[in-house]
């Protein structure tokens, strides 16, 4: 889990600054993709090629078999995945740490009284404990993320059927060309195991998507909501 620590602990800053549908879509991210692949994904794949049989001894004929079957492991295209996906989360991240930034300077000159072009501004975005309220380019720059991580997770989902044309891992390859002068067969090791590895991070990547069309249905309500009750206020004054 070391080499994640640093993508947790950014991600664990986001968690301060989301939703609660965000927060719940990141201990998704945690537990149940960044653990598992972590704990137990690669030692079931292992060396994938070098567990593999086939009915033939020519030399670089299982070599070119696996790179014809499997271009990228299917470990590696999950931590690609998660990598990716986690990429337009961290860039919010970003925005926050810059408003945040502005507005505690904004801040101080406050308290020592100083005006900016004449005029006293006050944080639009965030309290004095760094809590940012979701308004503004800060709610524009929250869907943007919610945006582009489904289509990346889509895009993924897609990708892994189009890279492998299987969804469950074949007890056996078949392949003729290169190094394989016939049709040679070679045997996967494990695939049962395989396979429910791939549905499980299958259907962590769809909850994923559902997670974030929940999360945009839900800020949608929620500022419809807040501009019905700031107008009923407005009317009864």
């Known amino acids: 889990m070391g080499e994640w620590s640093l993508l947790s602990e950014m991600l664990d800053k986001v968690q301060l ?15 149940f993709r960044i653990f598992i692949l972590a704990a137990g994904v690669d030692q079931i794949w292992g060396d994938e090629q070098a567990n ?4 033939t ?7 070119d078999a696996y790179d014809a079957s499997f271009p990228i492991s299917h470990t590696r295209f999950w931590v690609l995945q998660i990598l990716i996906v986690s990429t337009p989360t961290l860039i919010y991240l970003g925005h926050v740490l810059l408003v945040i930034r502005k507005e505690n ?6 308290e020592q009284k100083c005006e900016l072009n004449g005029v006293m501004k006050s ?8 809590k940012v309220r979701l308004k503004g380019v800060l709610l524009v720059s929250y869907m943007l993320q919610i945006f582009f ?18 969804i469950l891992m074949p007890d056996k390859i078949t392949f003729q060309g290169g190094s394989c002068q016939t049709h040679t067969n070679c045997f996967i090791s494990r695939p049962t195991e395989k396979s429910v590895f791939i549905v499980f991070m299958l259907a962590m990547a769809v909850l994923s998507v559902i997670l974030n069309i929940a999360e945009i249905f839900h800020l949608m309500i929620s500022k419809i909501r807040e501009k019905r009750r700031r107008s009923a206020l407005i009317l009864t004054k």
């Open 149 to 166: 991580k489904i289509l990346l997770e889509v895009a993924f989902i897609v990708g892994q059927y189009w890279i492998y044309n299987f």
């Open 52 to 55: 593999m049989d086939c009915n």
């Open 17 to 31: 600054h989301s939703t609660l549908l965000g927060k719940v879509w990141m201990s998704v991210l945690f537990i």
């Open 123 to 130: 944080p639009k975005y965030s309290d004095e404990r760094g």
């Open 57 to 63: 001894n020519s030399p670089g004929c299982r070599n």
């Open 105 to 110: 300077k904004l801040r101080r000159r406050l």
